[in-house]
């Protein structure tokens, strides 16, 4: 069989599965997680990167905490570090879920 290079473009069809790839850097938050949801309603900053960063590193946060609309994920510039953003978490009081209905 010939081996298939970068340079081989031509459409064909395979039928196979994609390789499942286990993600095994959202772990490092597990502690963290643990903390801020015992803390309820209160915003901690859990990461500091560069800005572009940490966009990537927040939508794979989001997207393990998806299951429960009480976690919100953003990202914000770090004052007086250029170039820096950091990524906060909260995990929502009741009250705040009554105010977002």
């Not at 989001?62 to 250029?82: G, M, P, Y």
């Given at each position: 069989m010939p081996r298939r290079t970068i340079e081989n473009t031509d459409p064909e069809l395979v039928w196979e599965a994609p390789v499942v790839r286990r993600n095994v850097q959202p772990s490092m938050y597990d502690e963290i997680i643990t903390q801020v949801k015992g803390n309820p309603g209160r915003w901690a900053r859990i990461r500091v990167l560069k800005y572009s960063s940490a966009h990537s590193a927040a939508g794979s946060l989001?997207?393990?905490?998806?299951?429960?609309?009480?976690?919100?994920?953003?990202?914000?510039?770090?004052?007086?570090?250029?170039g820096l953003g950091g990524i906060y978490l909260r995990y929502r009081s009741d009250e705040q879920m009554k105010a977002k209905r």
């Open positions: 989001r997207k393990r905490l998806e299951d429960d609309e009480r976690w919100e994920v953003t990202i914000a510039r770090i004052e007086d570090q250029d």
